[in-house]
Each structure stands twice: as C-alpha cells, then as structure tokens.
C-alpha cells in the first residue's frame, strides 16, 4: 500500500510524544515521509492523549484523515474514546488485560465521553467493557482486535533484560509502537535509529525499547508485515523531522535572530525551547555566534524586551499564543509608533480566554489584525505548513526591518505540534533584507526624517557618533514629542504609507495570496492549517468527479484586494467556500471588508480539533451538491 | 544641533517651575560628563508621567517608552548590548504600581541597570492621584477624600527582590544626588535609587522644606552598606530594611545597601554563550552582502540532531 | 444675535479649565445653551491650552464651529496660536504690555508652530511680535483689536482689595473671562454664581474674582454689550452644567452601578474622581447607598476587580482610554468566556501608543469591537453626544446583565472634555433589567446550564445556598474544565448565540442606528462625536441649498446590518459619504464588512483636534460638487 | 450532587500522582470544614497552572481566573462582598512572576484575603520551565541549561510589601498547614502563606525527601511573630525578613509575622462609605420593580453640585 494511517492512544505522560519522534523517524530512515499529529490536555500526567501518523511512499501527507489502519491503545481509555473510528479492516490493538474495564472504572475519563460511549454501546447491545467496544467495532465497523497480553509482554522483557518488573513497566508505551512499526513491516534496526535519537546518550533505555521490540514482533506472529508499505519513491539523502515549532526556530536562525525573548504558554514554548537548546550557533566546530533566549516575567516584558534589543539592531523577536499576546497588544503599538522592527510569532490554541490551551483553532486573526489601540501599520502574514513557515520566519524578520514596522506571524496548535519530515529546505534565493540603514550618520541625524518618503533611514542605539529618541507619544522627525496639528497630520499619514511601500513591493498573486487550480466545480478559500485539508480534500473529490481550486490566503496585511477579488469573481457565486477553524468565518469576514465581496457559503469548525480531509470533502460535496449554504465539523476526539 | 557633551538637549523643559525633577535631571546631566560617557553609549529609558520625559531633555539615547514598561524595554537594550550604559527614569506610580512586576524581576536578575525613581508620592502628570508611595489616611491636594491604600517602601522592595546596589538621595541635594548616580552606575548589577521628588503642583504634604528639615546623610553616621563577603548578606539586608523603615522626623539618604559579591545576569550569559561579551546580540553578523550567514550547510551542521540520513537499498 | 462664540487661550495651569466652567455656569444661569470645548497638552503647567465657547439663546451648539466672535488671550502664544482663526469682525482682546514679544521669546511654543507664525507674517510683510500678529488679523482677517493693559489692571485690582501685586496676579485669567462676559453683556452677578460654584465655601476666592470682572467691565467701556445676545428662548427651569465625563458618571448612578475600579488615565479619570466625590448616595438625607470607587495598581487589575464584583451581582464598571484598553482585553476574554456582565466605559484619545494622550480621535473603533484572542460575545456602543452618553452608560449596564457579556461603551475625548448645558434627563422608560437570575437555585444549580436557551439563570457569588465554579477553560454547564469537543461545539456556539439574541431583541432602527432625514443630496455616515459637526453641517449646507441626511451608527455589535444596508442603498452611491476623525475610515470598512456595501468617498481627519462645521461643510461640497472623493481636515490648532 | 459540607467535588483530581498540592487540598478542605463556614460563604480564586485547578476540587465558590490575575479579581469579590472568605491559590509563577504587581499591591491595601502560594520552583503547568522561586545556576529536569534567573524570596517579598500575616509551611504536613491557613483566615488583613510544594514530576531538586530533613516548626523555638504596637513594626519586622533568608540544611516554616494592629482596606473604606459594612456595593437595592432607586429627584440630589437654577426675568 502506498500509505498507513494509525492512532496511538494512551494517558498523558505515558510517552505519545516520545511515539511521534520515535515512528516518525524510524520511517524517515527508511525514506518514508511521515505527518504525525498529537491530541493532548492541559494536563501533566493521566489523561488521554493521542497520535495520528500517516506514512506515505510517495508524498508527504498534509492534514489529519480518517479511517486509520491501526487503532493502538495503551489502556481502556484509548480504546474507549477511538473505538469508533475503526472502520473496514482497521487492526484494534489493545491490552487483552484490560479487556473486562468498563468506563466507570477510568476517572481521568470526560463525563460527556463517558456518557456517549455508554449510550453508543447499549444502543447496539454491547457491555460497557473494552472487550464491547472492541466487538462493538468488529462487528459493526469491520474492525480486526488484536488483543496483546501487555503483562506477559512485559514479563518476557523483564526476564530478557534481567531487570525487575516495574522497571520493565516503563517500556510499556513501545509495546504499541512496536506493534504499528511490526505490522507496518518496519525493521528492528529503524526503530532502534528512532530510540537512539530520542533518547541520546542514554544506552540503557535504547537498549530495553530495543528488546521490547523483539518481544512485540514475536507477539505479532503472522501479522507482522501484513500492511507492509510500497518501497519509498525517490527520497532524498536526509529529512529534517520537525515540528512546526522546530522549522520557525530553524527560520529565524536563519533569518538572523538574535534575542528571543518569551513567557512560556502552550503552544509556543517549544520554539523557544528548541532555539534554547541551538544557542551556540556552531556549525563543524566554527562559532557563527549566539542567540540569548530571555525567559522574562511575562509576556509584557517579552514584547517590550524584544522591542528595546530591536532598536540596537539585534533582529529580535518573541512568541506567543493568544493570552499572551493580549498583553502584548499595548508595546505592540510602541513599536508601531517608533517604527520598532520587531516580530511576534503567533501561535494560535483554542479560545477565548485560556479557552482549549492545548487544543487548536484559528479564532486569532482579528486580534493579530486589530488589537491595540490607534491606528498603526502592521504586517500579517499566515503559514499554512512546515514549508510556508520556514520561510515566513526569515521574510517576517526581513519585513519588520525592511518596512520598519511589527509583524506578526500567524501559526496554529495544529501545525505547532504536527511532526513531518521536511526536505532540507533550500535558501537558494533567501536573502538577508536590513532595510534603509543610516550607517554614516552623524550629529545631525534624525531618526523620523521623512524628507525621502515614509521610510525613513534607520540608526541604531549605540551607533557612535549618533544620538536619537524614541517615544510613544507622537513625534517630530527627531523623536521628540509634538502636538503640532501639522506635524501629526503628516507623522501619522506617512507612517501608514509604509503599508502602501509593502502593498507595492509584496507581490499579490503567489505571495500574499496562492491560488491553487484545480477547476471551477468549487472554490474554498482559506489560511494557515486549511490548506492540508483543502488540498487533500480536493484532490479526494476529483476522484469523484468534482473539480475545485483553492485560494489560499497568506498575507492579511496588506491585503491582497485586487487579486483576491478577481479571483473570486472568476468563480460562481454559489461555489464559493470558506473553510476555516472558527465560528464567525473570520478570513471570509475580511475579505468582505477589503473588497465588498461576501463570501456566503461556510464550512467551519471550532472543537479544538483539526479539520479532518474526510469531513471536509463530504461538507463540501453537500454545499455543492445539495445546496447547504453552512457545514459545521466536529471529527475527533 | 551638533554633537554635545554636556547631555543637555535644547527642548524647553516643560516641567512646573520650581518641581524637583530639575534637581535630577541636573544631577543626571552632571553624573555622565563626569563619568566621562559619550552620548552614544548611553541610553536614557523612561516610562510615562512627568518623570517619563527625562530622556528629551538629556543629550544620550533616549527612549521614553510605556507606562511602567521602562525596565523590560531597557532589559531588551542591555541584553543586546551589554557594552552601552543603560539607565532607567520613572514615577512612582510607573515603577512601583503599574511597573511593580518588572521591578521585582529586574532585582532578581542582577542586570546591570541603574534605576532611579522619581517618587512625589503622586501620579503628576494625570493631575495628582495618590502613587503607591503615599501614606493610607493623608490626603494631597487633587485627591477628593484621604488615601484609601497604604505606601510601599521602596528601598525594602528593592533589597527583598535582590537588587544589589540600593540608594535613597533627595533631588533637591543636586551634589550628593550625582554622586550617588555616579556609584550606581559605576556598579556592575542592579541599582536602585530612590530620589525624594518633590511635586510643587500635587503633592503638597512632602514639600521640599518639609523634607530639608528632615534629610540627614548616611555616610555623615557611618553607615557601611558594603557586603564584602556572601556570608554577610543576610544581616546586612536585613539591617539595610530596618534602616529603611526610619521615615518622619528623620529621613536618611545615601547609599543603604550595595553587594558587589554577586554575578550579574550578563556574567550568566557569558558562561554559557561564550562570544556574547565580544560578539553580543546586536553586533553579530548575520548576512554577507544579503546572503544569510547561516546556509544550508551550516542550517544542517547547526540543528544536525533534527536531521536524518535515509538509509538507501535496505 | 442668536449665537456667540469665542476662543480664550493661555499657558496650562493658567485656569482655562476654570474659564470654562464659570462661563458656562453664568450664561445656564441666564437660561443660554452652551457648548464649550478645551485643548490642552500633555503637559501640567505652561504650555498653550484654550477652550472654546459656543452660547446659544435657542438651542444647544453640537460641535466646534469656526469664526469666533471674540478671541482672548492671556498671553503672547495665544495670539500666536489663535490670530489667523480671525475673521471679518472679531474681537481680539490681548495683553497690551505683551505687544512686542515675539514668538522666540515663547519658549513653550512648539517648533513647527513658530516656524509657521514667522512664515504667515513675513509673508504678509509683518514683524514676528504680537503687535505685527494682531495687526495682521486686522489688516489681512478685518478683526477688531481690544488690547487690554493687564498689567494695569492687576493693579487696579490690588488697590482695590488691598492685595499685594503677587496676590492680584493669581486672579488674571479671569480678566479674559470677563471681558467675554462683558463683550457678551453678562452681568456681574451672573459670573459671581459662576464663581461661587467653582469655588465652593472659599469667599475670598469669589470676592476677588467679582471684584476684578468689575474692574474689567470698567476698562471695556463702549464695547460692554455690544455682542449682547437674544434673550433665551423658554429655558427650562434646570439645566446641570456637565462634562461628557460627568454625565456618563450620573449615568452609571441611575443605572445602578456600584463598584467603578479604574487606573487614571486622560481623557477617563476624570468619570472616576466625579464618582467618588458623590460614593455617598445621598438624596435630601436619605441614603440610597454608596458607590465604591477604587483606584488599582494597573488596568489588568481594575478590569480584573470589576469582574470578579460583577460576579457577587454589584453592577460593576471600569473606564479607561487605549493604552489601559489595551491591558484589559485578556481579562475581558475572561469575562466572555465566563458570561460576566461588566462595563467598559472606553475614552477615545489620539492614538496609536502614548499618542496625543490630551486630544482626540476616533481611532479605537477596532481595538473595541476586536482586540483580545478568541471568539467571544461583546456589546460595542457608541455614545454622540451628552444625552445618548447618559442613556447609554444606563443600557450598558442593562446589557451586559440581560445578556452576560462585557459591555464596551465608547466615548471620546472630544465629548468627555466638552461641557454642556444639559437639561435634567427624562428617566420616564428608563429601567433596570438585570436579565435572567436564579433567585431560588440549590444545590442542583449548573451556572452554565444551556437547557433553556444560550442564556442561563445566573446565581450570584455569595448566594445562600448556591456554589458555584467559573473558568477561563472551556467548561461544562457547572462551570468545571471540559475539553470534550462535543461540550465545546454547543458551548461555544451558545455563547455566540446570545449576539443573536440582543441583535432580535435591540432594535436595528433607532437604537443600533438612527437616520436623520433631510434630503436626499448627500448622505453622512459618520459614528460617535461626528454626530454634531454632521447634523450642524447639514443644517448649514441646507442654507446653500444642498440637502442632506445623516446615518448615525450607535451600536456596532450587534451591527445593524439590514438596516443600515436598506439607508445606504436608498442614496446614490457616490453622495454617500463616510465622515471619521481617524485615518482608516474604519466604521465605513466595518459597514462593508457587515454587508459588502463599500462606502467610496470620506472625510477623515487626525489631528487630534475635533472635526469643525465649517470645514466639515466645505469638504462635503468639494466632494457633492467638486467630484472629490477623499477629504482629509486639519482645522484647529 | 447535593450541597456537601467537607469541601470535596465529585471531579478527577488530575495532579500527578505524589504532587504536593494533594497536601495542600486536603489542608484547604479540611482547614474549611474545622472553621465551619458554609461553603457559599466561600470563595476559592485562583490562576493559572496546576496549582490553578484547585477551586474545581474544592466544593465551595470557585473562580479560576487568568494566570497571574487572582489577587485583583479576588479583590473585586472582596469589595463587593467583604463578608465572604476570600482565599487566593496560585504558582509561583502566577503569583511572584507575572503576579508580582499585583503580589505587591494587596499587600499595600491589607485587604481581608489569604494567599496561598504552590511553591514548587517551576512552572508546571508549561512543563517545567524555571519560576521566579528558582536558583541560578541549578538545573531541574526540564531545563536544557542551568537557570539564568535568581530567585526572589517570597516571605521577604511580602513582609516588604505590607502583608499583615506572612507565613511559610510544607505541603507534606497536612495538619501543620491546615493550622495555618485557618490562622491566615482568621486574621483581619492580606496573609500570606509560601507553600513548599514538591513537584514530582519536574522538579527533582527540592523532593519530599530533600525537604523532610531540613524542614522545623517556628514555633518549636519560641518564635514570636505577633506584634503588639505599631512601635514594634520595624524590629520584627527586620527580624522577620532576615529569619526568612534561612535557607539550606534548615528551612523555617510557621508564622514569621503577624500584625494585628493595622486596619484593613475595608475599614478604611467603612470610614468613608457609612454602610459599606452593612449594605455592601453587591447587596445594595439599585431598583424597585425595575424603576432605578435613583430616579430624575435623586438624580438632582446626589449631583446637585452641577445643577443650575436658570434665572427668569432678570
Ligand atoms: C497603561 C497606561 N495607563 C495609564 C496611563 C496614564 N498615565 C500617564 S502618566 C501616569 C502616572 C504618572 O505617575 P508617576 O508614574 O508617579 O509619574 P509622575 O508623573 O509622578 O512623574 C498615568 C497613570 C498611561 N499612560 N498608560
Ligand atoms: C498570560 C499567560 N501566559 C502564559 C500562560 C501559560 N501558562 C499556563 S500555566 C503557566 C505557569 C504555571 O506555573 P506556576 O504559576 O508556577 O503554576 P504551577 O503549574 O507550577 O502550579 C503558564 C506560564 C497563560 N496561561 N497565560
Ligand atoms: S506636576 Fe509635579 S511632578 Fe509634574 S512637573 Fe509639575 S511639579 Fe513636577
Ligand atoms: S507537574 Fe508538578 S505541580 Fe503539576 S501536577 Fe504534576 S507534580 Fe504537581
Ligand atoms: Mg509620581
Ligand atoms: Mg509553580
């Protein structure tokens, strides 16, 4: 087969993220590529959490779908919340242990979960027990159990290692990534390179997975290899195996950051985390310098820290998500008034308020476009994968100094978390901008001169021979403060010209907004995480004789009117789409606003799940087939 | 307007004749010619109020920022260049009310800031509310009834956060005030100094009289405020916040607290980040003519521990 | 004559303030209307500040209006601020001894200021002293000149009271008040009740100040009267003299509130400290309670405390401008997410950042309707005048407790610091709705409980018998974490439900949005303090023969979508014209967000200072009949 | 669920395992119920973080807020009802970091609440990064390198900030810490107390073990925390302070301070609003039957400061 899909569940702290690395790289080496995905609460230990791994041959896959080849569950819980999502032939792996627990027994478990699944198996007649859901699934769903006696496994290993049985207990999360590694026909040896990366240094621990490996093959018998993939097509020499939090810590270092400053908050930290743990930029023994990462007291002290290094010329910036960048919105301002170059890595989670900390959505484009008080110029720019945002780290940084303005970097939870292998990414063409420098100024310098247009030349504190001010009131071009109703008339007007420079230079078609073409039988229009659905689900639909295109929107400002417009009119009224993680349509909102167009028909989603590529083309097939004007999803657990 | 090396800009100082900033801005100007700096190696932060537009007024870097935010900005500054002279200038009300946070975080870090209060018991510039340093119970000119909150004392604030150089002046003692400026600055860590402020407009309780009747010297008594050893910190803090308590008919001033024995937070950054004193944040190069210093080769070399060597013909 | 207008100047400090005040309390005495308005700097004493006095015999001015009758300075810049505002007939009172003072000797003059009076005299040929300024405005504007010799009269005064010069010199700035009064034909104990309200209890204060306006009466001679006004027309028998500050705090009153918290911040403190000095609620003895006015340590914390009252059932508000806006919007997240009826009385200043803190705009219309992450539901009004100010600090009270939501009123500077003449409000219709309580849960009680529609009965925090939970998490109806996506479809869409609910129930037409008919030329879509320069402009452009109407859009969320839609449609496209003192027109783009109608043309100003009639009338004719489509205004110093 | 009287909710506690704050509940849960106050007389306020859930554990009014913002919406409870029993749980994080302002300012005010800090060193919550409680220089299990931060000392912190009651205990022992918060909750005033709670899961420096050995009571050596007259304030107070520094192969806990001869926020604001204690702003009547209690009379009335009387026929 050209791709497995599979979902390992089991209780937070159990080791799912740990599965993620581990699977994901262990396929990588064998040239696979892989996207894995992971469900968690905002809990430390206990509660349940999972991964969704697709492995293909040929490409990467983009976006969560459903109908998994394996179900794998650590304890009853798992089985309990995913049973349903077996479907024709899914392999149900769980611990034949367990078999005779019912959901009562499992307190970490959600009271409205609890309800459904009991609901759901008395309605078909099953015993609220794991060993009825996982008939409940055979018998309705097609399912195949394969019940593994986690205990005796756990026995055989600890009688292999000669280490005692609690010891032999922490191994247990392998039991399930070995079996999906045994059954997907993944050799020992890969899966070994993955616990070597995971865990480096750390023999002992390698060497018991290792083992507990050979154990689960052995458990599988003839089952091993039987969903064993197509040999990979082509892979390149080497993949970097990334999370969305990995590749724009990778940008930035390639963009030039030198100061990140942050408050740690779900799901941002890891960024800095990674940037933390590369402070010493040493390549092949050569330092190439350093980036200091400054956890501070709070996020007001992330932004302003990061504004006042910007303004030495470091490229500086921080990362968030939405509670945080609440506080931010004031200096946020600061910096938009005194011209700051400084960028806010955005992440978005499930809101309002602390909301779904761990969960995802895309409810944060507003406030990236509209808090703060006044009106100043700003940069939005929206990744929608790995790629995009890789390279938006470097042009975020490029813009905030090129346009002497903030900028701020949209991502989500759901790209955040999600771990691909990614092609090392090419920086042919890459390019380091700083902007309008006034290298050789002197006594007379001022830092708001606008006698050459609205951007004016930049100077850094420090700069010998120099001297400037800043401010947040409004200013002279000396950076002292005016209340001249002339001066403020032309400070203000040319500090919103900047976004016009941008408009101008950004170009609409292709950068700040991609069409991708497939047909006019619909067109979605989306952002950020959209994309990997929408692709994937209009390639699905053409299979079955629909043909629709994407516009996938990428820069909210400054936004691009005129394209986005044609765009829209080159399609039916009653074929237009938006898809987004929200409740009011937020992008579909914005585009009205910017260009008169209103796009009425919606298929949205605000559980804190991604959008699955399954729900979305069945949506999408009753908008254009049978006339809904509004679809709302709600796949996932 | 050429370069000048007396820090004095020539803006009209927009203060109410006879206010008690005038005292610190001269003092300030003072302090930094003879501390021999160039304009450009310092950078004058302030928040927002009366006090807030100091750095207009002085010939250096200035960078008059957000209501209470002075210390976080300054702290990005002197990350990014450990090298230049970073100074705070705020109210009462901005540093140890809105900014009280930053304040504590600031001291636990031991950067090497100076701070200095304007503290006139009052929130001048939005006409006369009680700060956090006014008395519960007395009642100021603009205020309708008497305070309702009680005061903070910031020098006992300053030492439980770990500031490591903790001074109180009076801002009409132009002199003394500039010396204290001089040691503060001198001091590598965290300096606080609390400059009795004044307010001719609002604040007409602690007047400048009231307060001539009342000041007397540290030094003139023979306080020691140097640790010199880790082992004496502990008694002399404690014996610092004791001293600081004494408010009323005798007021002392002068340097209550200074710890030179303790590392700085850049110290901390150099030992794990070795070229951050030489090659600090903000004088890396990051590109050769455009061209990122960090390409592919060394993008792999730097995240190697992410990247994965596919094993061909297995 | 109907009406009389004037302009008094001089340095801050210099009791402009108090200017304003006696005036307009002698002229209510009299039975006039009066508008008066004050700029000022950021700044506590010395640099140039002016108010500026409409009185009317029939009826209350809305907005600043160009052509003073009378200009009066105390010092030097004010006639170098205010000279070219002259015209055909002005009367130009200034301090003789002040004649040849040129501006370089003003050292609180702004820069570009005096570059600008250099520029205007030299031109015409005049010397740069207040001589050469004041002759200009003869010569080139026909004003009238009335030096009054200040100096003189001090003395006069000093001999009168038996003061020493020093003491007289304390009283000089009402030597331009009483010139006005006199040119105005007040009578001197008109101003002496003026005095007597400003300075309650403190006689000396009244005797000296009664005793100086005699003394100026005496040196206007011929010219005392001779702006004498028509007698008022039927004034009712009360009027209260009152800042748009003011009246939102006599709102709150009746409406109930009981804890206002607040951090000082102009243009907003000034509602808190008339709070507090009226905490007692004392009516002819009796007390009807008291109001707890709490000043905290920031803006997280005043909005925090509001909403942690708002909880026990005290009606709570606070008030705020945008840099204290920008602080609270995490915690108003918190209160739409946990359905927390609180009041955000927002005071609209020169933004963006510290900005021009003293002057104002329209700038903050997204910051309201969108800052903060997430998606929540919140109640956005904006108040146009003094009386929908009052009636609306009421219904924001209402609302936010009918619909358990944050509330954000909108004011601006411009009205807050403007005081009126206003006539005792009607309170007949006006209610307390406190929505939907649960007076008589137990045990059983589920805060969020959705059984019944997206609005639950609320228990109050205290409430004998009743516990329960609230959480910025998602929740389940008992307020406790959920993170099921089932609870958090319903969850989320209930609580977006209730906008639903207030758009069903507040009407579209005439509360959310008010058409004032007179002619189909042209029609102004304008929000908040535009209100009076619009209706004003109208009424003046009707003399020329052009009729137009005005569309006054009061609540923006719920917009009035259908409505406003239906009023916009019925003009010709390009006599629709949005009016907004901001850069971005952003009420007009929230119109074409709402209902893709795209407003094409406007009038839009930043300055900071408040849009005139006049200039306001002439960009509407550019536009009408000059095919214009973009007027920018810049009048006011 | 019925109305349950020993303060336990039905819900998953979803702490790891051998987490201090179970110490720490229970405490809570029991201190309450000995106290015998009625579970709506009760308001549990708390942040963010695993220390944040706790009023959803605890069977009494609950408001988890926002991460650091519990002390100023527990303020808005308390003004509006200051016959309620307001208690405060927060991190370390919560309260000493991004709290901190607000920390300071409750401590000015001695406004009648308890603040219990969960003081585990890290954030646990965001997975273990470094608190504002943290040493520099040491590396929990979560840090990719040593802390850079220094810690602040939360005792000092609070006595320097004006809080009335100032206590430290250990999660682990139940019954020492239940005594302590029914004192803190008892006293008239802000009250303090710094929890040492180990988190097992991230931190394994300061573990159950590590403090077992170096924890002793207070009040096994005589320790007088108590102040009797004002006049005493500074002494004890310095004393206080420098007995808070200790910290090693002995760790203090008990009561370091108490002052019961300060008033209370409420009573000042009784001083000024007669009825504020008998008709608080949140049991106020504002209608009858819908008509507001301040009708266009009462209006006049209350502003008749700014009402004009028009003169007719002059
Ligand atoms: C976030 C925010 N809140 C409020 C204000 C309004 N504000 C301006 S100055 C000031 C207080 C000034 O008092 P202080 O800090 O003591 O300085 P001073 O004027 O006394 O020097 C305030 C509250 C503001 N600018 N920003
Ligand atoms: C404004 C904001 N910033 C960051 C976060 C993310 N966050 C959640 S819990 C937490 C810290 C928890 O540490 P602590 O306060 O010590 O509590 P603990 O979990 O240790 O009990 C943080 C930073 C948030 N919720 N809100
Ligand atoms: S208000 Fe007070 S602090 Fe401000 S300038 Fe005037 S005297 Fe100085
Ligand atoms: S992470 Fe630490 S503080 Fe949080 S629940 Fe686990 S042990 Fe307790
Ligand atoms: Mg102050
Ligand atoms: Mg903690």
């Known amino acids: ?637 | 307007m050429g370069l000048r090396l007396d820090y004095k800009t020539d803006l009209w100082v927009d203060w109410c004749p006879g206010c008690g900033n005038f005292g610190i801005l001269t003092a300030m100007q003072k302090a930094l010619a003879e501390l021999g700096l160039k304009p450009w190696e310092v950078v004058i932060v302030s928040g927002i109020g009366c006090s807030g537009k100091t750095p207009h007024f002085i010939y250096a870097n200035g960078v008059h920022t957000l209501h209470g935010r002075a210390i976080p900005f300054a702290t990005g500054v002197k990350l990014a260049r450990p090298d230049l002279t970073v100074i705070v200038d705020g109210g009462d009300g901005d540093l140890l009310g809105i900014g009280a946070g930053h304040f504590v975080a600031l001291g636990r870090r031991n950067l090497d800031i100076t701070v200095i209060i304007h503290d006139n018991q009052v929130y001048g510039l939005t006409k006369g509310q009680a700060s956090p340093t006014l008395p519960a119970g007395v009642k100021t000119k603009a205020l309708p009834k008497p305070n309702l909150q009680d005061a903070v004392n910031p020098l006992a604030l300053a030492l439980s956060s770990g500031y490591t150089f903790v001074a109180r002046a009076f801002a009409m003692d132009v002199e003394h005030l500039k010396e204290i400026i001089k040691a503060a600055v001198k001091h590598r860590g965290s300096a606080l100094i609390d400059v009795l402020q004044p307010c001719v407009t609002y604040n007409d309780l602690y007047t400048t009289p009231w307060y001539r009747k009342r000041v007397y010297k540290l030094e003139d008594e023979g306080w020691d405020p140097v640790v010199r050893d880790p082992s004496e910190r502990p008694v002399k803090l404690a014996r610092a916040i004791e001293k600081a308590q004494e408010w009323g008919d005798r007021i002392p001033v002068g340097i209550f607290y200074q710890d030179p024995t303790r590392d700085t937070l850049e110290d901390r950054i150099a030992s794990r980040i070795p070229s951050y004193r030489s090659l600090p944040p903000a004088l890396q190069r990051i590109d050769s003519n455009g061209t990122p210093i960090v390409g592919e080769r060394e993008l792999k070399a730097i995240f190697r521990d992410r990247l994965i060597r596919v094993k061909k013909h297995h």
Chains 1, 3 share one sequence.
């Open chain 1, 1 to 637: 087969m050209e791709e497995a899909r599979f979902l390992l569940g089991g209780p937070q702290g159990a080791g799912l993220e740990t599965a993620a690395q581990v699977l994901t790289t262990a396929y990588a080496v064998r040239g696979y590529r892989v996207y894995s995905m992971r469900e968690y609460f905002s809990n430390i230990k206990g509660r349940h959490s999972y991964i969704l791994v697709r492995v293909n041959a040929r490409r990467l896959p983009r976006a969560p779908r459903e109908g998994p080849d394996i179900i794998a569950g650590l304890d009853a819980e798992s089985v309990f919340t995913h049973f349903t999502e077996a479907r024709e032939g899914t392999i149900l792996v769980y611990d034949s242990g367990q078999a005779g627990v019912s959901p009562e027994r499992i307190p970490s478990m959600e009271r409205e979960l609890r309800k459904r699944v009991r609901e759901t198996l008395s309605r078909g007649g099953y015993p609220p027990t794991v060993e009825g859901a996982v008939t409940y699934a055979r018998d309705v769903l097609g399912a195949r159990p394969l019940p593994l006696d986690f205990r005796g496994i756990l026995g055989e290993l600890s009688k292999r290692l000669g280490i005692p049985a609690f010891k032999a207990k922490r191994f247990a999360n392998t039991i399930i990534i070995a079996a999906v590694a045994g059954l997907t026909g993944l050799e020992v040896g890969d899966l070994r390179e993955g616990f070597e990366r995971r865990f480096p240094g750390r023999r002992d621990v390698v060497e018991g997975n290792t083992a507990l490996v050979e154990v689960v093959y052995d458990a599988l018998g003839d089952l091993r290899g039987s969903l064993a993939l197509d040999e990979p097509l082509e892979p390149p020499g080497e993949y970097f195996v990334v999370s969305g939090n990995d590749v724009v810590a990778m940008g930035k270092v390639v963009g030039g950051l030198r100061i990140q400053t942050y408050y740690p908050i779900t799901p941002a930290a890891d960024e800095s985390f990674m940037l933390e743990a590369h402070e010493n930029l040493d390549a092949d023994g050569s330092s190439l310098g350093g980036v200091v990462v400054f956890q501070t007291e709070d996020e007001i002290a992330a932004i302003s820290a990061a504004i006042g290094a910007a303004l030495t010329g470091a490229r500086a910036a921080t990362a968030t998500s939405g509670p945080g960048f609440d506080l931010m919105v004031e200096a946020l301002g600061w910096a938009g008034m005194n011209e700051a170059p400084v960028v806010v890595t955005y992440y978005q989670r499930g809101g309002p308020s602390t909301g779904l900390p761990t969960r995802g959505g895309q409810q944060d484009l507003y406030s990236a476009l509209f808090s703060g008080h006044g009106e100043y110029p700003r940069i939005v720019v929206a990744s929608g994968d790995h790629e995009e945002a890789f390279y938006d780290a470097v042009k975020a940084l490029n813009w905030a100094e090129r346009y002497q303005l903030p900028v701020i970097h949209l991502l989500d939870k759901f790209l955040a978390n999600s771990i691909v292998t990614l092609e090392p990414p090419s920086l042919e063409g890459v390019r380091i901008d700083r902007g309008l420098l006034a290298g050789s100024a002197g006594p007379e310098y001022r830092r708001f001169d606008k006698s050459g247009g609205p951007i004016s030349p930049r100077a850094l504190l420090g700069q010998e021979g120099v001297v400037m001010w800043y401010t947040g009131d409004e200013h002279d071009e000396y950076g002292h403060i005016s209340e001249d109703p002339v001066n403020r008339r032309e400070m203000h007007r040319a500090r919103m010209r900047k976004l016009e420079v941008a408009a101008s230079e950004i170009p609409e078609e292709g950068e700040r907004a991609v069409l991708y073409e497939g047909g006019s039988d619909f067109l979605l229009v989306g952002w950020g995480s959209v994309k990997g659905a929408a692709l994937e689900a209009i390639e699905l639909l053409r299979g079955e004789g629909l043909r629709g295109s994407y516009l996938h929107l990428r820069v909210f400002e400054p936004f691009p009117s005129r394209y986005v417009l044609e765009v829209l009119r080159s399609f039916e009224e009653d074929r237009v789409i938006a898809v987004e993680a929200n409740y009011l349509a937020q992008a579909a909102r914005l585009v009205a606003m910017n260009t008169g167009y209103r796009v009425a028909r919606r298929i949205l989603k605000w559980t804190g799940r991604p959008i699955y590529v399954g729900e979305l083309s069945r949506a999408i097939v009753r908008i254009v087939e049978g006339g809904s004007v509004e679809e709302v999803l709600d796949y996932g657990a």
